[in-house]
């Protein structure tokens, strides 16, 4: 069984501002797969960033990264040089057998100008 | 092609109508997905296909049947809704149905049923 867990329901950053996401999951897999997800308006989900659990270095994408803490089972992204663009709904996401993705409950990112 | 394509993008419906959603994918993955989004939530798996048999499914009411016709094509049959079933209705696909479950997904159906 696998549980994730957001914290906050919503953050705000203004532009060009850094802000960090927090996420915890917990799992009884030794192997799985972390995801960031972002919803925008729009609907669509987008694949953000994607960081799997053996790989001791951090993900990074651009202005987005990751800080994993196998440890602590803690999955943070941080988003650089906040963007208006970068405004959605933002799911944490764990992979897990047979193809089924556990997501948590989501953060609402507002970007003020 | 990165894409997959959900038909109709808005749909209303009436508790006794009969009607299908449509997703398609062209990247030869062979896991896809069902799922139900309400406002604000995180979005509930419903269903698994993988390699085109159903894998998982999430104790989902009869009243929404999927099928997979061929690798490329999902469908998802309604009738008899509810209005509890009104929501956000995204497909999605994955290489494969393991723990790399990085998931592509449609821009959703918005259903309301009346």
């Known amino acids: 069984a696998q549980t994730v867990t957001q914290s906050q329901p919503e953050m705000s950053v203004q532009e060009a501002e850094t802000v960090t996401l927090s996420c915890t999951y917990d799992t009884s897999e030794s192997d799985y797969y972390l995801f960031w997800y972002k919803q925008p308006p729009s609907r669509q989900m987008i694949l953000v960033i994607r960081?799997?659990?053996?790989?001791?270095q951090n993900a990074t994408e651009n202005r987005f990264s990751v800080n994993f803490q196998k440890a602590a089972k803690s999955f943070s992204l941080k988003i650089s040089d906040s963007q208006l663009g970068d405004a959605a709904m933002y799911f944490c996401?764990?992979?897990?057998?047979?193809?089924?993705?556990?997501f948590g409950q989501g953060t609402i990112l507002t970007v003020h100008p | 092609d990165t894409e997959v394509t959900q038909t109709p993008k808005h749909l209303v419906m009436g508790m006794t109508n009969k009607k299908s959603l449509k997703c398609e994918q062209h990247?030869?993955?062979?896991?896809m997905y069902w799922y139900k989004q309400k406002a604000k939530k995180p979005p509930e798996l419903m269903f698994v296909?993988?390699?085109?048999?159903?894998?998982i499914n999430e104790s989902v009411p009869s009243r929404f049947s999927p099928e997979c016709p061929n690798s490329s094509l999902l469908n998802l049959h309604l009738h008899a809704l509810q209005p509890e079933d009104s929501a956000l209705y995204l497909c999605?696909?994955?290489?494969?149905?393991?723990?790399?479950?990085?998931?592509?997904f449609g821009q959703g159906t918005r259903l309301t049923v009346v």
């Open positions: 296909y993988s390699y085109e048999k159903l894998s």
């Open positions: 996401a764990g992979g897990t057998s047979y193809g089924k993705l556990t």
């Open positions: 999605a696909s994955s290489r494969g149905g393991g723990k790399d479950t990085e998931a592509f």
């Open positions: 960081q799997e659990a053996y790989k001791q």
């Open positions: 990247m030869g993955h062979r896991a």
